[in-house]
T-cell receptor, first 115, second 106 residues
Framework: DTGVSQDPRHKITKRGQNVTFRCDPI?????LYWYRQTLGQGPEFLTY????????KSRLLSDRFSAERPKGSFSTLEIQRTEQGDSAMYLC?????????????FGPGTRLTVT | AQRVTQPEKLLSVFKGAPVELKCNYS??????LFWYVQYSRQRLQLLLR??SRESIKGFTADLNKGETSFHLKKPFAQEEDSAMYYC????????FGSGTKLNVKP
């Protein structure tokens, strides 16, 4: 297992187009998280899954964003009708749920540029 | 609302000098406290977490619940410590600070 992987690593799209990103977590991890990071800021939480259930969504996540984890393994994050403000690094992380806070393992990220 | 403050965007020290990266947090509940680090061209990785009370790469972090602070310290900085450091309290999900860039000069 090489850790959390994300695909693609870079995506350039035109405003108004839809994009989809994929995340493959560490295989035995049951939790999967999506974060967004813009320049000069730390990652911001977007949403997370425990197995296939989406347990929480940030208020930052507009209706144009949707995430799925259909079989409790990989996850996809789709952004519809992209806007220039969506340009950011999208990070995925996974963890094995325990008590309190879990150590999260991060992927390399997908850098989205909306032109 | 949850808030994490890392007051220094950039911290420059000379090799061998002590370093302290500050973190103050405002958080409802009792979060677990973490420090994550991102070296150049690498992914975010865990540096240390409060509950384990370990010293990783010579770094330690002291939790002060009264001041709600979790400052990261190292007595003698090394050039390879140059990186971005993020403080992150967590209850199921992380709230990251905006990060401090540590630059250790030779």
């Amino acid at each position: 297992d090489t850790g959390v992987s994300q695909d693609p690593r870079h995506k350039i799209t035109k405003r108004g187009q839809n994009v989809t990103f994929r995340c493959d977590p560490i295989s035995e991890h049951n939790r999967l998280y999506w974060y967004r990071q813009t320049l000069g800021q730390g990652p911001e939480f977007l949403t997370y899954f425990q197995n296939e259930a989406q347990l929480e969504k940030s208020r930052l996540l507009s209706d144009r964003f949707s995430a799925e984890r259909p079989k409790g393994s990989f996850s996809t994050l789709e952004i519809q009708r992209t806007e220039q403000g969506d340009s950011a690094m999208y990070l995925c992380a996974s963890s094995l749920a325990g008590t309190g806070g879990d150590e999260q393992y991060f992927g390399p990220g997908t850098r989205l540029t909306v032109t | 609302a949850q808030r994490v403050t890392q007051p220094e965007k950039l911290l420059s020290v000379f090799k061998g000098a002590p370093v302290e990266l500050k973190c103050n947090y405002s958080y409802s509940g009792s979060p677990e406290l973490f420090w994550y680090v991102q070296y150049s061209r690498q992914r975010l990785q865990l540096l240390l977490r409060h509950i384990s009370r370990e010293s990783i790469k010579g770094f330690t972090a002291d939790l002060n619940k009264g001041e709600t602070s979790f400052h990261l310290k190292k007595p003698f900085a090394q050039e390879e410590d140059s990186a971005m450091y993020y403080c992150a309290p967590s209850l199921n999900k992380f709230y990251f600070g905006s990060g401090t860039k540590l630059n250790v000069k030779p």
